[in-house]
């Protein structure tokens, strides 16, 4: 009840866009119209691909916890509370690198963006800081893949109380976020959408890629649930929408299997995705009897032998 009546008495304020090269702290002007639907012709790629990612259930596991049967940013708890998703930034930096390879002259990928609902007005305890267990761990993947500094979260683009309030509007949030993002005028970029099944994800997804086909190349959705059974019950076809597709996963090998099926990454790419994936389930203790593990090797085996 503490935490409802502490929702109900902040009340949101506007701030402008403020966007550096790594870390910005940003928050989208409400607004309640959506542009025509884009339903013509798809544009030349572009030399930079863009990851937008959700956090919670997406880069690391909520853990499902629930504060008066309120969840408290997912619903995932097939790992503890905080657990970075073994492969995640892996998958990030090989989608970001993909496009590199069609031209000699550009080696640097661009940092992913966070498009979250975390309330700007919780910043104190919600903030995404270059400290925070995500960002060293992308920054960390950075130095080993590209043996330089500098890769890792980008801008932050927040939500506000009234999505904490009223779920519903989550997905509306992010969709507006990207709007915002977009709208700094970067016409050599293009973008894919990363985020889960938990909590208006998908909708987000689609809405982007409903007015935005030109530069959304597709969008991936982590699979997740409070038990097995309610990750089993998620239908994991592949659907179109405007032409880009919307791509299910468990773990992040199905997620790297996916993109190179989309010509969103090579097959080195996707190697590396694997090995990583195995060898951060090895690290956290979790052997072959587990289901974790049994998840990777069924998404595998559909990239060995197209099962």
């Not at 109900?8 to 910005?24: A, D, E, N, T, Y």
């Amino acid at each position: 009840m503490l935490l409802l009546c502490l929702l109900l008495l902040v009340v949101p304020h506007s701030h402008q866009l403020r966007l550096s090269p790594i870390f910005s702290t940003v928050r989208s002007k409400s607004s309640n119209s959506s542009p025509p639907i884009n339903k013509g012709p798809k544009s030349p790629p572009a030399p930079f691909l863009q990851v937008l990612t959700d956090i919670d259930d997406t880069l690391k596991s909520s853990g499902g916890l629930k504060v008066a049967d309120v969840a408290l940013g997912g619903v995932d708890a097939q790992y503890p509370r905080g657990t970075v998703y073994p492969g995640v930034f892996p998958f990030i930096l090989e989608l970001s690198l993909h496009p590199l390879s069609r031209t000699s002259s550009v080696q640097t990928p661009m940092n992913p963006a966070v498009l979250t609902a975390r309330a700007e007005e919780f910043k104190a305890a919600l903030e995404i800081k270059p400290t925070s267990a995500i960002c060293l761990k992308a920054e960390s993947e950075g130095l080993s893949r590209l043996g330089v500094p500098g890769w890792g979260i980008g801008p932050v683009l927040y939500g506000s109380v009234a999505e904490w309030v009223n779920q519903v509007n989550k997905g509306f949030r992010k969709f507006k976020n990207f709007e915002q993002l977009k709208g700094q005028g970067f016409e050599f970029v293009e973008y894919v959408y990363l985020g889960d099944t938990g909590e208006y994800d998908e909708e987000a997804g689609v809405q982007m890629l409903r007015y935005y086909p030109e530069k959304v190349k597709g969008v991936f959705l982590h699979v997740v649930g409070e038990t097995l059974e309610d990750r089993e019950r998620v239908r994991c076809e592949e659907k179109i929408v405007n032409g880009r597709p919307v791509m299910y996963f468990r773990t992040y090998i199905g997620a790297a299997v996916k993109a190179y099926r989309n010509s969103l990454m090579g097959e080195e790419g996707v190697e590396r995705v694997i090995e990583s994936v195995y060898r951060d389930l090895k690290g956290m203790g979790i052997g072959e009897d587990d289901q974790r593990w049994r998840d990777a090797e069924r998404e595998e085996e559909e990239w060995r032998y197209g099962s």
